[in-house]
């Protein structure tokens, strides 16, 4: 019964961690790009894109969001920003990183994580209703189904 055997450490005996790896490092890799690209930009082009939209929409430039996040773009503004991002993607590729070789820790750390954003995946369904909200919620379940599914497999004890 495969229930019963003892959990393969082989990280080839586990396909569906690949899958959530290469998934993984694609968004790490998109998150190290962004901000890469923030910070060789620069605040200048965003100032200007936003007076762009301020414009096309004939918003007030005095009050409002837009305004408001106007003033907010700075220098440090989009270092910080920078920095969060590249956190961000270093650990979701740390992350693919231990899902590709099968460790532990990484399941832990990809089922925490991809359960995290459940309520909001649920709250997008609620506000914003179509395929691609599902096709989201849907891809976290997976994910966080396989990584606990791995989790339990790794403590279950052989039984003979």
């Not at 393969?8 to 998150?31: F, M, Q, R, T, Y």
């Not at 408001?68 to 440090?76: E, K, R, T, Y």
């Not at 270092?79 to 979701?92: D, N, P, Q, S, T």
């Amino acid at each position: 019964m495969a229930a019963n055997k003892a959990y393969n450490p082989d990280p080839h005996a586990h396909p569906g961690l690949h899958v959530i790896a290469l998934l993984e490092a694609g968004k790490g890799l998109l998150a190290v790009l962004a901000a890469t690209g923030l910070e060789l930009l620069g605040p200048l082009p965003l100032r200007a894109g936003v007076d762009r939209l301020i414009v096309r929409f004939s918003l007030d430039p005095e009050h409002g969001a837009l305004p408001s996040l106007l003033n907010m773009i700075s220098p440090g503004a989009v270092h910080l920003a920078a920095a969060g991002m590249l956190a961000y993607g270093a650990l979701h590729i740390i992350e693919a990183w231990g899902l590709w070789r099968a460790k532990a820790w990484a399941s832990l750390l990809g089922c925490i994580s991809a359960a995290i954003y459940l309520p909001f995946d649920v709250y997008a369904i609620v506000r914003h209703p179509g395929w691609a909200s599902w096709a989201v919620l849907a891809i976290n379940l997976a994910v966080v189904g396989i990584l606990a599914r791995d989790l339990v497999r790794r403590r279950r004890r052989p039984t003979t």
